[in-house]
């Protein structure tokens, strides 16, 4: 049975880092960081293939990257000049499968 289990969230100053880790059950394949601010709808952030193949929403390019371990089943999201716009929850998520994460909560004060 698939599971994700989200971590690394916390609470930063505008300008920090935080690094996220998604741990997987099972094998996985196409992977998913998405991020719901409030009083926002859920949004992609970035997105990961098997090969490796990364794409990014505009407003992360250059500060965030996404990488996976295919031996550890994980995916991460190295996250760097943060803003006060990138606070919300972020939920880690198996493309193929359409399942969810619990979410981890990153907050970025100003």
């Known amino acids: 049975q698939l599971q994700l289990v989200e971590s690394g969230g916390g609470l930063v100053q505008a300008g920090g880092s935080l690094r996220l880790s998604c741990a997987a059950s099972?094998?996985?394949?196409?992977m998913g960081w998405y991020r719901q601010s409030p009083g926002k709808q859920r949004e992609l952030v970035a997105h990961?293939?098997?090969?490796?193949?990364?794409r990014y929403v505009d407003s992360v390019k250059g500060r965030f990257t996404i990488s996976r371990d295919d031996v550890k089943k994980m995916v991460f999201l190295q996250m760097n000049s943060l803003k006060p716009d990138d606070t919300g929850v972020y939920y880690c998520?198996?493309?193929?499968?359409?399942?969810w994460g619990q979410g981890t909560q990153v907050t970025v004060s100003s």
């Open positions: 998520k198996d493309e193929w499968r359409a399942h």
């Open positions: 099972v094998t996985i394949f196409t």
């Open positions: 990961i293939t098997p090969g490796s193949t990364t």
